[in-house]
Each structure stands twice: as C-alpha cells, then as structure tokens.
C-alpha cells in the first residue's frame, strides 16, 4: 500500500478503514440493485475527486474483475428461479428476480473491491500500522510483525524475479507442475526464515521487547476531518438506502 498526495491519504488510516467496512456491512443487507449500484458508483466518485483517481488508473485495475462479476452474474442470472420468467430455453431459466437477485451480488462485489482500492491506494502502510497502534491499541509485538511482514512481500517478489531469471539462464524451462513450485518455494522459505531471525535479532539488539511503554518516531491521531469523512460518507450512503428503496 502506497499514499497518494490526495485528501484521502492525509486521513487517519484506522478511521477511514471502519468508514469503508460500515459501508461494506451496510453493503451485505441490500438486496436492491440499484441501491448497490449507487453506493458503488459513491466509491468511483469519492475515488476520482477524493482519492486523486484517474480514469486510466481506475481501468487498469477493475477491469481485470469485470470478466470475474459477468461470470457471477451470468451463473445466479442463468439458473436462479423466480415466477416472472424472461427466458426459458434447455437447462437455463433465466427469471427476474433471478436477474436482480444476479446483478446485487454483482454490483456487490465490485463495490467491495473499489472500497477495497479506495482504502489500498490512499493508504501508507506504515501509517496504517501506528494508526491500529494508537487508535485500534493494537499490541506492538504483533504490529511491527504485521508491518514485517508487509516489508517481505516485494523482496521475495524480486528475489523470485532473480531465481527465474537465474533459471532460464540454465537453459531451465518452466512448468506448472509441482517440482516448478518445489523448486522456487523451498529457496524463498529458507530465505525467509534467515531474514526473519535477523530482523529479530536487530529489534532485539536495539530493546523492542513489545511493550505498550515506548516511544513512537511516528504518531497518529484523530482529527475533525477523520470524523467528517467517516460521518459524510455514512449518511450519504443511508440516504441512499432509506430514499431509493
């Protein structure tokens, strides 16, 4: 997760992560389409004027989904059942409620994923561990493990580039078979098992025991924003909800 220079990414990191999942809850107990739609289409918005969005990056990550929510649509859409049919031909019956019933879960899931993007893309991940410190009292044991943890994916991303590289060097071709996978896995596993005893080793060596009791080089706080933003984005969405259906 990388911030931006938007207004959402000056925004505590905690408080904008509950305004999302509130949405996300509200999100589960609509059974309306079109309500689903709008609160979806709130995402896109808040995204693009809020979230400093452009629309070849909003492309570039959702349309990788679309195929995925068609496939969803189609399969609730095909073979639900319902009383007023549309079509009706070999082992599809493709009915009305059956098409709502299709686009909610849809709608749904795309909704989840932009809200998702929105938290992601707006979000330094550093931040967002002193904010579930500060604000959420998360232990900072499991946080500075969590934040490790996070530090780990793009190097073995990069360490697996290498070893791919390495191997077609070697004249070795690639399989999609298990010994391909025992080969990269078992490498990566043994490196990182090195890389975490280091890294506690060194946090050791410079007194993190884990306790509550420290000093913090970054801190977090709520500010009037943070609440404006979680209230707005609330009452827009039960506006929605209450007014549309």
Not at 1 to 23: E, Q, R, T, Y
Request: charged residues 15%; hydrophobic residues 50%; aromatic residues 16%.
């Amino acid at each position: 997760m990388k911030a931006n220079d938007s207004f959402l990414a000056a925004l505590n990191p905690a408080c904008k992560l509950f305004a999302h999942l509130i949405v996300m809850f509200l999100l589960m107990a609509i059974s309306n389409p079109t309500v689903t739609f709008l609160i979806w289409f709130l995402a896109l918005l808040i995204g693009i004027f809020l979230g400093g969005w452009r629309m070849t990056y909003l492309v570039k990550r959702l349309l990788p989904y679309l195929g995925f929510f068609i496939l969803v649509f189609w399969m609730i859409a095909a073979f639900g059942e319902g009383e007023e049919t549309i079509w009706k031909g070999a082992w599809f019956h493709i009915t009305v409620e059956s098409v709502n019933h299709g686009l909610t879960i849809a709608l749904r899931m795309l909704a989840f994923v932009t809200y998702g993007l929105l938290f992601t893309s707006t979000t330094d991940i550093t931040l967002f561990i002193m904010s579930l410190i500060h604000q959420c009292k998360l232990s900072p044991k499991w946080a500075y493990g969590l934040l490790a943890g996070f530090r780990f994916i793009p190097l073995f991303q990069s360490e697996l580039n290498q070893m791919k590289t390495a191997h077609k060097v070697r004249g070795y071709r690639q399989r999609n078979n298990w010994k391909s996978f025992m080969r990269y896995a078992l490498p990566l596993f043994t490196q990182g098992i090195r890389k975490s005893e280091r890294i506690a080793i060194a946090m050791e060596a410079r007194g993190f025991t884990g306790t509550r009791d420290r000093t913090y080089y970054q801190t977090t706080k709520l500010a009037v924003k943070d609440f404006g933003y979680l209230l707005s984005l609330l009452i827009v969405a039960w506006g929605i909800m209450t007014f549309i259906e």
